[in-house]
């Protein structure tokens, strides 16, 4: 098997939430072009759950997780939080990797 990186997994996530949310903006419905993260791309173990992600327009990446919460819903967004509390350093061991890549492949198929 191939080694997973980050830049492997950002590639993957891109592709996946782009065909998820049929390339439109999440906020606004216009074409989108981007990866938006409700809690930002440093919290790696959120970084490719497919619920911290959005497809967005440039004007909604917005650097400000509660932006997203309306979207996303109040239920995943404190369920996201506090995986991002709970954050500690495995997060790049091949076998999350892993797992998170078999999340984001079922948006694809
Ligand atoms: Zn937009």
């Known amino acids: 098997m191939k080694p997973k990186t980050i830049d492997s997994m950002d590639a993957l996530a891109r592709k996946a939430i ?6 439109m903006c999440r906020v606004c ?6 990866v938006a993260h409700v809690w930002k791309r440093r919290h790696l173990a959120v970084r490719w759950t497919p619920e911290n992600l959005l497809w967005v327009c440039s004007r909604h990446n ?6 997203y919460e309306s979207i996303v819903g109040k239920d995943i967004f404190y369920k996201l939080e506090l995986l991002v509390m709970q954050d500690h350093s495995d997060h790049l061991t091949q076998e999350f990797l892993s797992a998170a890549e078999k999340r984001l492949k079922k948006l694809i198929a």
């Open 62 to 67: 917005i650097d400000e997780p509660e932006f």
């Open 18 to 23: 782009k065909a998820r949310d049929q390339g």
């Open 29 to 34: 419905g216009v074409e989108g072009n981007q």
